[in-house]
């Protein structure tokens, strides 16, 4: 007997089929089989998926368990268990920073030194 479009249930909807692969390997990391569902043309045109979003969807009997594993954490909560990623963040935007103007300050050393 095949598998019916009422064997699969949408557990979430997305507005980037990056989002959505995100969300699918959350979910197969708990053993949860998912699938991302689009009319994007396979990913070639992604402005497609804007209009009904990217679907993740996964058999009827595990909607509930995607659906505690896709439960997004309280507001907040985040940035106070990990601290460390808005300090990685900072650093690495000085970084970005001083290497977009490198070559300005070599170009200004050059001159000023010949």
Same mark, same amino acid.
Not at 25 to 36: D, F, H, P, T
Not at 93 to 111: D, E, I, K, N, Q
């Given at each position: 007997?095949? $598998?019916?479009?009422?064997?699969?249930?949408?557990?979430? %909807?997305? *507005?980037? =089929?990056?989002?959505?692969?995100?969300? =699918?390997? /959350?979910?197969?990391?708990?053993?949860?089989?998912? &699938?991302? /569902?689009?009319?994007?043309?396979? *990913?070639?045109?992604?402005?497609?998926?804007?209009?009904?979003?990217?679907?993740?969807? %996964?058999?009827?009997?595990?909607?509930?368990?995607? $659906?505690?594993?896709?439960?997004?954490?309280?507001?907040?909560?985040?940035? =106070?268990? =990990?601290? &460390?990623?808005?300090?990685?963040?900072?650093?690495?935007?000085?970084?970005?920073?001083?290497?977009? *103007?490198?070559?300005?300050?070599?170009?200004? &050393? /050059?001159?000023?030194?010949?």
């Amino acid at each position: 007997m095949g $598998m019916e479009s009422s064997d699969f249930i949408t557990v979430g %909807v997305f *507005g980037s =089929r990056h989002d959505a692969e995100v969300s =699918r390997a /959350r979910l197969e990391a708990e053993g949860i089989s998912g &699938w991302v /569902r689009a009319d994007d043309a396979g *990913g070639y045109e992604p402005q497609l998926g804007l209009t009904n979003g990217v679907h993740l969807v %996964v058999r009827a009997p595990f909607t509930a368990l995607a $659906m505690s594993v896709l439960e997004p954490a309280p507001p907040g909560e985040s940035h =106070r268990t =990990r601290p &460390w990623v808005f300090l990685v963040a900072a650093l690495l935007s000085a970084v970005l920073v001083l290497m977009a *103007g490198l070559p300005l300050m070599l170009t200004v &050393w /050059r001159f000023l030194s010949g």
